[in-house]
């Protein structure tokens, strides 16, 4: 058929003008324009129908999951004691973005070139272990003693390497040998795996000369996943150890996320609609072969600490909601439009180094 109709135009053009045959291939030309029209708006309606059903089917997830009562409650605020360890592991998490704490400096004071770790400045610190350009994952941080605070510190760098991009996307999920029937997402578990024999080494030699230290681990982003895992296996060990983390994405399912959450210590920071706490979305179904749906693929430990307020403002105390539960849309996960500039801006510019 196409066939014939291009040979009956061909020759129709034969029974016209000149100038009027000229009007006539434009014509062509622009119903060759429109294929390209339709596919363009094609693809584009397909993608914003995918992002509806996303939209509706996190609405109805929002319905189910407020049924259950898994939405936890909502504690208003936080004291000034833990906003300024907010403060302090922030800007921690911040110094592990600077390659200057990342590389050969061990020994030396934590610094921060972009000038966003100032109260870790003003401490007493000293580098004891860095890492950075591991064969696999590239995981990258340090370990640190802090004689001001009296602090060990695990700092885990967020992502800042094509290496680490290959990790996050690794959304296939491994069995972790960290709990009963735990589920992992391959990526963060590598890193941490690639990373274990050091950080442990260093810091049980550390806490032996300096047992009364608080071990502190922290990360932003990637390295706030990886954090979560390192001090769950420190806790698992017997030494106890806190968590703060800030921006960091879901990291395992449920049977993870209950054991680590059950360990207590945990402060799990998301700012506004940062994006990276939503990701792995919740989509993704955990599909068990003999129970059928089985919650999530991913869900976050608990509790959440959700920043309120925008970027580049000082944080206040009355900034913060305490939110419980494995997926609670009453903090980040319940925002929509998610975005790249609140991941970057915590109580400072996090990744300016
Ligand atoms: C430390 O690393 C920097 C670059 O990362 C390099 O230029 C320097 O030579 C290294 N120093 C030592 C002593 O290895
Ligand atoms: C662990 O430390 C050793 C000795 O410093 C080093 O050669 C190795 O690359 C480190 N491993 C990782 C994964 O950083
Ligand atoms: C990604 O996953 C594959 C298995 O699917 C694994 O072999 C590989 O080591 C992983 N890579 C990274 C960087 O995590
Ligand atoms: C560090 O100490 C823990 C707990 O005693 C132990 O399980 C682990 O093997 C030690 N790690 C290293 C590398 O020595
Ligand atoms: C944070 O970064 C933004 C964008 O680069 C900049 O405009 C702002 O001044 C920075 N804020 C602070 C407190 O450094």
Known sequence: ???????????????????????????????????????ISSILGGLAAIVLLMYIGHLIFEIIINKRGDNGKTISGVSTDLLGRFNLYEQYAAASYCSVNNGNSTGS?????????????QADTQSVMEFQHSLNTDVTGFVAVDNTNKLVVIS????????????????????ADLCPNCLVHQGFWESWIEARDNITASLNDTKKSNPTYEVI?????LGG?????????????GMKASLYTFGSPRLGDTHLSTFITAQ????????????????????FPNLDVHTGFAGFAYVHISPEYHIKTGNDVVVTVKDIDELSGEVNFGGNTGTLLPSIGAHKWYFGNITAC
């Not at 029974?15 to 060759?32: D, E």
């Not at 004071?109 to 400045?121: F, Q, S």
């Not at 885990?156 to 069995?175: A, E, M, P, Y």
């Not at 207590?264 to 989509?283: C, E, K, M, Q, W």
């Open 156 to 175: 885990f760098r967020g992502t800042d390497s094509d290496q680490n991009i290959i990790t996050d996307t690794n959304l296939t999920r491994v069995n």
């Open 217 to 221: 681990v922290t990360g932003h982003s």
């Open 225 to 237: 996943a990886i954090a979560t895992l390192c001090a769950a296996e420190i806790r698992k060990g």
């Open 109 to 121: 004071k934590i610094r921060c070139t972009a000038g966003n770790c100032p109260l870790v400045e």
């Open 1 to 39: 058929m196409p066939g014939r109709r291009e040979k009956l135009e061909h020759d129709d053009t034969n029974l016209l003008l000149p100038n009027q045959r000229a009007i006539i291939k434009p014509k062509k030309r622009r119903s060759k324009c429109c294929i390209a029209c339709i596919w």
């Open 264 to 283: 207590g210590s945990n402060y799990r920071l998301t700012h506004a609609n940062d994006i990276v706490p939503n990701l792995p979305p919740l989509v």
